[in-house]
């Protein structure tokens, strides 16, 4: 597949403007070259996006699903692009971060929130990668420290963790018309429910194959969709699409609001660890100081490096 990311920025722009006119000049083209850009991103992915009969334009469900795509591979990109360009001008009263996907858009934040006295003036960078990527930067000093998931292959280096919290990993399923779950996966009568899955190489997409390959009593469930942001599973799922297993701290607010809703008991959930790591050489002073304090306020879950 061969998609251009100025594709992806064409239909991010139609998609706000809903119109091919307007986005055109603000992609400083002609409509004629907008219109075959939009087309031929059509064509890579094999699907229609844009419903030309309406006025103003509007997005077919597909476009609506790639839109989420779209914009998490962009801003994904910015971030990447603006780290790689300021490691250069790397001062000494900045700490970087690489962050997973999902902890990047719910957790991080509050995270940070968390420490906002103690960091004082110090700037935070933002990397978000997956565990590889992230765990290869943390290795060769990209970044000083790595917010993610607990995940036993980072127990082989000589890393440093910190166990900040733990969550759930939780079945989740839009609500009928009484509160009750769609789709019940402790309900006898079911045999075959929808599931939206992550790829099985990723750490989410690892821990649920985990979950169902111990199910508790004989269901079937068949993946109506994939992709490795658990947001984009928890959009699905508001949408009556199927079951998603997704981190609690990432649905509270939909659980509140009954957009959303646990559809399996404690057999069908597992604990999520959200970690911190570092590696063992020196850091800055400033990230030698955050970590003193990280260090205190989560003393009794400290696992010291590993040597070697």
Same mark, same amino acid.
């Given at each position: !597949?061969?998609?251009?990311?100025?594709?992806?920025?064409?239909?991010?722009?139609?998609?706000?403007?809903?119109?091919?006119?307007?986005?055109?000049?603000?992609?400083?083209?002609?409509?004629?070259?907008?219109? @075959?850009?939009? @087309?031929?991103?059509?064509?890579?992915?094999?699907?229609? %996006?844009?419903? @030309?009969?309406?006025?103003?334009?509007?997005?077919?469900?597909?476009?609506?699903?790639?839109?989420?795509?779209?914009?998490?591979?962009?801003?994904?990109?910015?971030?990447?692009?603006?780290?790689?360009?300021?490691?250069?001008?790397?001062?000494?009263?900045?700490?970087?971060?690489?962050?997973?996907?999902?902890?990047?858009?719910?957790?991080?934040?509050?995270?940070?929130?968390?420490?906002?006295?103690?960091?004082?003036?110090?700037?935070?960078?933002?990397?978000?990668?997956?565990?590889?990527?992230?765990?290869?930067?943390?290795?060769?000093?990209?970044?000083?420290?790595?917010?993610?998931?607990?995940?036993?292959?980072?127990?082989?280096?000589?890393?440093?963790?910190?166990?900040?919290?733990?969550?759930?990993?939780? $079945?989740?399923?839009?609500?009928?018309?009484?509160?009750?779950?769609?789709?019940?996966?402790?309900?006898?009568?079911?045999?075959?429910?929808?599931?939206?899955?992550?790829?099985?190489?990723?750490?989410?997409?690892?821990?649920?194959?985990?979950?169902?390959?111990?199910?508790?009593?004989?269901? !079937?469930?068949?993946?109506?969709?994939?992709?490795?942001?658990?947001?984009?599973?928890?959009? !699905?799922?508001?949408?009556? !699409?199927?079951?998603?297993?997704? $981190?609690?701290?990432?649905?509270?607010?939909?659980?509140?609001?009954?957009?959303?809703?646990?559809?399996?008991?404690?057999?069908?959930?597992? $604990?999520?660890?959200?970690?911190?790591?570092?590696?063992?050489?020196?850091?800055?002073?400033?990230?030698?100081?955050?970590?003193?304090? %990280?260090?205190?306020?989560?003393?009794?879950?400290?696992?010291?490096?590993?040597?070697?």
């Amino acid at each position: !597949m061969n998609i251009e990311t100025k594709w992806l920025e064409d239909f991010l722009s139609l998609a706000q403007t809903q119109s091919f006119s307007r986005s055109a000049e603000e992609r400083y083209m002609t409509q004629p070259a907008f219109s @075959r850009r939009i @087309r031929a991103l059509e064509a890579a992915l094999g699907c229609e %996006l844009i419903d @030309r009969t309406r006025v103003p334009v509007q997005l077919t469900g597909e476009g609506q699903l790639f839109q989420i795509t779209a914009r998490n591979l962009v801003l994904q990109l910015e971030d990447c692009i603006a780290h790689l360009q300021s490691l250069g001008r790397r001062g000494s009263n900045v700490i970087d971060f690489a962050v997973s996907h999902t902890l990047s858009l719910s957790l991080f934040p509050t995270f940070l929130q968390s420490l906002q006295k103690e960091l004082g003036e110090v700037r935070i960078r933002q990397l978000v990668a997956n565990v590889d990527d992230s765990v290869q930067a943390l290795k060769n000093g990209i970044c000083d420290f790595l917010l993610a998931f607990e995940d036993p292959s980072l127990m082989a280096g000589p890393f440093a963790q910190l166990n900040l919290q733990t969550e759930q990993l939780l $079945p989740v399923c839009r609500a009928d018309e009484e509160g009750k779950p769609l789709f019940d996966l402790d309900d006898p009568r079911a045999k075959t429910l929808p599931y939206l899955g992550y790829p099985k190489e990723i750490y989410l997409g690892r821990c649920v194959e985990q979950l169902l390959s111990r199910r508790p009593h004989n269901i !079937m469930l068949q993946q109506a969709f994939e992709s490795p942001l658990a947001d984009s599973l928890k959009v !699905m799922a508001m949408q009556g !699409m199927g079951i998603a297993w997704v $981190p609690t701290f990432s649905i509270r607010e939909e659980l509140r609001q009954g957009f959303l809703v646990a559809c399996g008991g404690t057999t069908w959930r597992s $604990p999520l660890k959200v970690c911190i790591y570092r590696c063992s050489r020196s850091l800055s002073p400033v990230a030698e100081e955050l970590w003193g304090i %990280l260090t205190s306020r989560y003393a009794a879950s400290k696992i010291p490096v590993a040597q070697g």
